[in-house]
């Protein structure tokens, strides 16, 4: 069955939790103020639907760790693939707050565990030359996740297609790429390093032979590497919090910094930032969240085919300066110039700044959090980060807009916060991170037991 699945399927449905990932959380940006006005919701309770999400998400991103280390990545690729069926089901019949509710702890849970699953899965299938691309993959379906979703939102407002409201229709329109991920998920092979692990050695080869089958790395040489590292002692949490300690820190400071310079609060509320700072009608507002989106995607494609040629921690200063530059000027000129003149000029930076992001810390914290735990504890370590990233994003979903309110819906507030903590990270990358590029999984965790 394997061999008549190419390699680049494997990846492009490896990744494709993160396309879910990334429609769920875009399609709700379009769908709320629909819901909204019809189950006649107020603010609070709306904020709470887009937010409750992010509830299961880090929910699903812990929990599902160890059952991968137990049960092998695949198998919860499945089960991830059937909650997003659900979800995505139930929040389209949805009959009110609770049961919306409801429905989208249910997806949350299911996007959470993804994000926790899809990078470790790509990082353990993808060869030491090409795992930053490969699992950048995973952030360029996360950006594509979101386009289509702003799509669909434009696509489907005001067609109330067979007497069935628009917004159901959007949230719906999840049910496809979530049985693309099941019939994906039924077709992918097991992670060579989790059959090792269990004991599987001729199944790992053979996985690696047909992996590897394009590329220079010798299948045997690896699956070598992949015993030598299994075979060493397990601590399970006890080896979390000693040898893996250093990685802990990288994947939960990398996760929430990701969160903290405010990507997400652009990617929710800029159609709300046009409208309520700046005075925009809606429909404009979402076309130019759909121009942001178009940039953040093409910006990503670049990250691609640029993430194995350049050191990791040079992108993520890089992205850094250029995050804090575009969020400062930004902050300072609506600050002190008039809304009139600052409209344009303020979409141009958020372009930039979103450059900077896509390039650097959207793609790379990913490929990270996949890379830098030991085998032993990948599928937990991962959980770990992922669930940091999960909760940063609640933090900053949660308080954008009251911290908008705060400022008198002058942007340059909540702008300015993000950038110092663009700034923050520049030091962070440069202390703590390691560099990871063209290393193997198992030279990365040699170098982490050598600095215990």
Do not use: C
Request: aromatic letters at 10%.
């Amino acid at each position: 069955m394997q061999h008549r699945l190419s390699t680049s399927f494997i990846f492009i449905f490896g990744a494709l939790g993160g396309l879910l990932f990334g429609f769920d959380t875009g399609i709700i940006s379009g769908a709320s103020p629909l819901i909204e006005t019809n189950f006649s919701l107020n603010i609070a309770e709306t904020g709470f639907i887009t937010s409750s999400v992010l509830i299961g998400s880090s929910l699903g991103a812990l929990s599902i760790g160890p059952l991968a280390d137990r049960y092998g990545r695949r198998k919860l690729l499945i089960l991830a693939a059937i909650l997003f069926l659900v979800g995505s089901s139930l929040s389209m019949v949805a009959m009110g707050f609770v049961s919306m509710v409801i429905a989208r702890i249910i997806l949350g849970l299911a996007v959470g565990s993804a994000s926790a699953l899809t990078p470790a899965y790509l990082a353990e299938l993808a060869p030491a030359d090409r795992r930053g691309s490969l699992g950048t993959m995973f952030q360029l379906m996360v950006t594509l996740g979101i386009l289509l979703a702003y799509v669909s939102n434009l696509g489907f407002l005001h067609h109330n297609l067979l007497g069935i409201r628009d917004w159901r229709w959007m949230l719906g329109s999840a049910l496809i790429p979530a049985a693309a991920l099941l019939i994906g998920g039924l077709l992918l092979p097991e992670s060579p390093r989790f059959l090792v692990e269990k004991g599987k050695v001729d199944d790992a080869r053979n996985v690696l032979k047909y992996l590897r089958q394009d590329s220079d790395v010798d299948p045997e040489k690896e699956l070598n590497d992949i015993q030598s590292i299994a075979h060493q002692q397990k601590g399970g949490l006890k080896e979390l919090f000693t040898v893996a300690r250093p990685a802990v820190i990288v994947a939960v400071g990398i996760m929430l910094l990701q969160q903290l310079v405010g990507i997400n609060s652009v990617i929710y509320f800029l159609p709300q930032v046009f409208i309520k700072g700046f005075g925009f009608a809606e429909s404009s507002a979402i076309w130019i969240s759909v121009g942001i989106g178009i940039v953040n995607f093409l910006v990503t494609i670049i990250a691609y085919s640029v993430m194995d040629k350049f050191d990791r921690k040079k992108l993520l200063i890089f992205g850094s300066i250029v995050m804090a530059v575009s969020l400062g000027i930004l902050a300072v000129m609506n600050f002190t110039m008039s809304v009139q003149q600052t409209a344009i000029p303020t979409m141009i930076l958020i372009a930039i700044y979103i450059f900077g992001f896509a390039i650097s810390w959207g793609p790379i914290a990913w490929v990270m959090i996949g890379e830098i735990f030991p085998l032993s504890v990948r599928g937990v370590g991962s959980s770990i980060g992922s669930a940091a990233n999960w909760i940063g994003n609640f933090i900053v979903s949660q308080f954008f807009l009251v911290l908008l309110d705060a400022f008198h819906n002058n942007v340059g507030g909540p702008f300015a916060i993000f950038g110092v903590f663009s700034v923050l990270s520049i030091f962070f990358v440069h202390y703590l991170v390691p560099e990871t590029r063209g290393k193997s999984l198992e030279q990365i965790e040699l170098d982490l037991r050598h600095a215990e």
